[in-house]
């Protein structure tokens, strides 16, 4: 799908008001967009390259409360309880693969956030599927019929989840020089297969078993238990459960692939979280993503 048709898809969510100033935007404005934002008693925004921008101007582009309902409507198919494990987390998954941030009033129950009510800001972000991205990776990758733990390291905004999902894809379709293999993902803010009544908007592979909103401890348990996976993926480290399980699941002889936020390997040395990982010896290659006059560059270099 080409990156103005993403954007059509992505905007049948809106209101009818609103969806006309998206559909007035120039090809370009349309390819170039990343994220559309709803925040009530303000104008309708578009995010590209790094900058809000208004999608018109007057009261009929100012975003209403009703707004923010038709949204939430549109996407569950006005089946809010459907989705509401979910939209306690912050987010909702439209057809099609668009991930829908939610803010609004928390509703607390036994300390924890049970829904979400009187929405006061939504953002539509338009993943866009790099088919092929990680090819050359793979081949990298393989080595003597194996593949290593895998850890890629990027800044935010740099594409680690881009990549990390056309490697998944590539790892269980199999290419010219590796075989498929079974992939375990643990998708659990919905970003990479983006599930949508169990089935993936963005194509994972053939081969590809998805666990969708599961916090990635239990999801890595529960993958080993059930699916005997080959690779298991995960998107964002950011706990020391993460790092146990992932152990787990390396003694057991599955390779484990993830994402960590770090600029560079001096900045995800310094990370505690990380210190813990090499202790643990779950990775032996670093995928580093760094932009250089604009065009994205991967180094791979050994972490042992």
Avoid at 49 to 70: F, M, Q
Avoid at 218 to 241: F, H, K, S, Y
Avoid at 252 to 266: E, L, Q, S
Wanted: hydrophobic letters at 40%.
């Amino acid at each position: 799908m080409r990156e103005e048709e993403r954007f059509d898809a992505a905007i049948r969510c809106l209101p009818l008001r609103l969806k006309r100033f998206a559909q007035a935007l120039s090809l370009e404005e349309k390819q170039k967009t990343e994220e559309i934002r709803l925040r009530t008693g303000q104008p309708l925004t578009l995010l590209r390259d790094g900058r809000e921008y208004p999608a018109g101007e007057g009261a009929e582009c100012v975003v209403v409360p009703e707004d923010l309902e038709t949204v939430c409507n549109i996407v569950t198919g006005f089946s809010r309880y459907t989705a509401l494990e979910t939209l306690k987390k912050g987010y909702l998954t439209a057809e099609g693969g668009f991930r829908v941030g939610v803010t609004g009033f928390a509703v607390r129950q036994g300390g924890e956030i049970t829904a979400l009510r009187d929405f006061s800001s939504m953002a539509i972000r338009i993943a866009r599927q790099r088919i092929g991205l990680a090819e050359d990776l793979c081949h990298e990758l393989w080595q003597e019929g194996q593949l290593p733990g895998t850890l890629i390291a990027a800044a935010p905004g740099l594409g680690k989840t881009t990549l990390l999902r056309d490697l998944i894809r590539s790892l269980s379709y199999g290419g010219s020089g590796f075989p498929p293999v079974r992939v375990g993902l643990v998708d659990e803010r919905g970003e990479i297969a983006a599930m949508h009544s169990g089935v993936p908007q963005l194509d994972v592979g053939p081969r590809t078993d998805v666990l969708d909103a599961c916090p990635k401890a239990e999801g890595i348990e529960l993958l080993l238990r059930a699916m005997n996976p080959q690779v298991i993926a995960v998107d964002e480290i950011t706990a020391a459960e993460d790092i146990a399980a992932m152990s787990r699941a390396a003694n057991c002889g599955v390779t484990m692939i993830a994402t960590i936020h770090a600029a560079d390997r001096k900045e995800l040395m310094a990370k505690p979280l990380f210190r813990q990982l090499q202790r643990q010896g779950v990775f032996r290659k670093l995928v580093t993503i760094r932009c250089d006059e604009g065009e994205r560059r991967y180094l791979m270099e050994e972490l042992r």
